[in-house]
Structure formats: structure tokens, C-alpha cells
């Protein structure tokens, strides 16, 4: 059975900088891919954050695109989401997601976690 958990969400000022992490089991974190998504209130769900084949592999949207860094520890199956310069854009929902295959990936991952709710006031 495949969990994702996510920590490090809470309240934090403009400006400043949040890392997020993602624990997963029962996944191979060096197979497939895993990222992150967020949701802000009354929108879709939207990717901010591609990592495939383990550290080999990494995407993101041009709205995030060099405030956002993903990376992966292998020995502790731990996703990261460094966010810098977070913007009032950033208070969402951040869910860590993943699946076993590209394709799964791009099509809408297999599993998710709960979320972390990141707060970013001005």
C-alpha cells in the first residue's frame, strides 16, 4: 500500500522561504515519477513541481519556475518542495503525488497524499 505524507506547510511571511516534505512508502522513489500539486481556494488543482527517475528528471510551470526547487532523498524516500520568495499566488494546498509510470504521470498521478496548507501573508 503506497502512503504519501506530507509536513512542513503552516503560515509564513511574504518574502520568505518554506520547504515542504513528503514521506513516502510502499512507493520505489527512483522509479516513476513524483512532484508536487497545489490547490488554491476555488481552483483546480494544478502541478508545480515534476521529478522523474529519481533526481534525473525535473519539471516545472513557468508560474514557479525558479522560486520552486524539488528535490529527492533516496536513502529516506523523502520528496522536498523548496519554495523561495513566497507570494500570496502560494497560500494553497500542497498535495505530493506520484506513480510508477511517466505516462500515469502526465495522464493524473495514482496516488496522493493528503496535503499541507502553506499560509503566506503580506
Known amino acids: 500500500q503506497v502512503q504519501l505524507v506530507e509536513s512542513g506547510g503552516g503560515s509564513a511571511q511574504a518574502g520568505e522561504s518554506l520547504r515542504l516534505s513528503c514521506v513516502a512508502s510502499?512507493?520505489?522513489?527512483?522509479?516513476?515519477?513524483m512532484g508536487w500539486w497545489r490547490q488554491q481556494t476555488g481552483k483546480e488543482r494544478e502541478m508545480v513541481a515534476t521529478?522523474?527517475?529519481?533526481?534525473?528528471?525535473?519539471y516545472y510551470p513557468d508560474a514557479v519556475e525558479g522560486r520552486f526547487t524539488v528535490s529527492l532523498d533516496a536513502a529516506k524516500n523523502t520528496l522536498y518542495l523548496q519554495i523561495h520568495s513566497l507570494k500570496s499566488d502560494d497560500t494553497a494546498t500542497f498535495y505530493c503525488?506520484?506513480?510508477?509510470?511517466?505516462?500515469?504521470?502526465?495522464?493524473?498521478?495514482?496516488?496522493w497524499g493528503q496535503g499541507t496548507r502553506v499560509t503566506v501573508s503580506s
Open positions: 503525488a506520484a506513480d510508477p509510470e511517466v505516462l500515469g504521470w502526465v495522464r493524473g498521478p495514482k496516488y
Open positions: 521529478l522523474c527517475g529519481g533526481d534525473d528528471n525535473t
Open positions: 510502499g512507493f520505489d522513489s527512483n522509479s516513476g515519477c
